[in-house]
């Protein structure tokens, strides 16, 4: 049974499709029959061409081997005639140069110069030979100088270094002497002098030196002013020397007197 749904809608009321739906229809059919058209083609065997290959040269070559030459036929010898024999003639006798003729004196001239050249170069290697002599004399010469000038360097070195050890020692026995001397000369008291009140009030200013004996028991004997002495010094110097007392000099552990022993006395004014 067949149903039929009739609509009272108007035929007029219905939409028709736009352009664009037109067109979209269009190119989905086109693609498709293009789609069917290759599968058909596919089907029936066909392929695509092959672009064909470049031709390739190839070089041939070929070995030929040409027959050897056929060998030239040799002319018979033709036989000369024979002729009546003429007569010979005899060679003509060679003549031998003539050497050129040597003028004697450009050989003697050529000679001379040939020795003059070789004294000239013996002269030259003997002036050579005689100043090398010369300067290895010269050399020996300036050598042996250097040598004795240095060992008078040293010996003036010797020397000094030995005069220089002889003032060592004799400095060395001179302190000796003198530091034994003032073990011996050791003053156990000494006072200054008293400053003359003349002199301080004239403002003299002197020196006054006094040479004495100590006796064994280290007193002052004897005391005399010596030199050039100012009259108001010589009092005062001479008591303050009477003070001093000195340890005695001993020989062979006895203590022996000691002449000529001085003392200087300074008498200066403070500012």
């Excluded at 302190?175 to 403002?203: F, H, T």
Aim: glycine share 4%; charged share 25%; with cysteine.
């Amino acid at each position: 049974m067949s149903v039929m749904v009739m609509s009272d809608a108007p035929l007029s009321s219905l939409s028709l499709p736009s352009a664009r739906t037109w067109r979209n229809a269009f190119a989905a059919g086109c693609a498709l029959a293009l789609h069917l058209g290759v599968l058909a083609l596919l089907m029936a065997g066909w392929a695509p061409e092959r672009p064909a290959e470049p031709a390739q040269r190839v070089l041939t070559t070929q070995l030929i081997s040409l027959p050897a030459p056929a060998p030239e036929p040799v002319p018979a010898p033709v036989q000369p005639a024979v002729a009546e024999a003429a007569p010979v003639e005899p060679l003509p006798t060679p003549v031998e140069p003539v050497p050129p003729q040597v003028d004697p004196r450009i050989e003697q001239r050529k000679l001379e110069q040939a020795a003059l050249a070789r004294k000239r170069v013996e002269e030259q290697k003997r002036q050579e030979q005689v100043q090398q002599e010369t300067r290895r004399r010269e050399q020996q010469r300036l050598e042996a100088e250097r040598v004795a000038a240095a060992a008078e360097q040293q010996r003036q070195l010797d020397l000094a270094r030995q005069a220089e050890q002889q003032r060592l020692a004799a400095e060395r026995a001179r302190q000796a002497e003198a530091a034994a001397n003032s073990r011996q000369y050791l003053p156990i008291a000494k006072e200054a002098p008293d400053y003359p009140q003349r002199a301080l009030d004239k403002g003299i200013q002197g020196d006054c030196t006094v040479e004495y004996r100590v006796n064994p028991q280290g007193r002052v004997e004897d005391p005399q002013v010596v030199g050039d002495c100012h009259p108001l010094f010589i009092r005062p110097s001479l008591v303050a020397a009477q003070t001093f007392r000195y340890q005695p000099r001993l020989e062979n552990g006895q203590p022996v007197a000691v002449p000529g022993v001085r003392n200087t006395f300074h008498y200066r004014i403070e500012r």
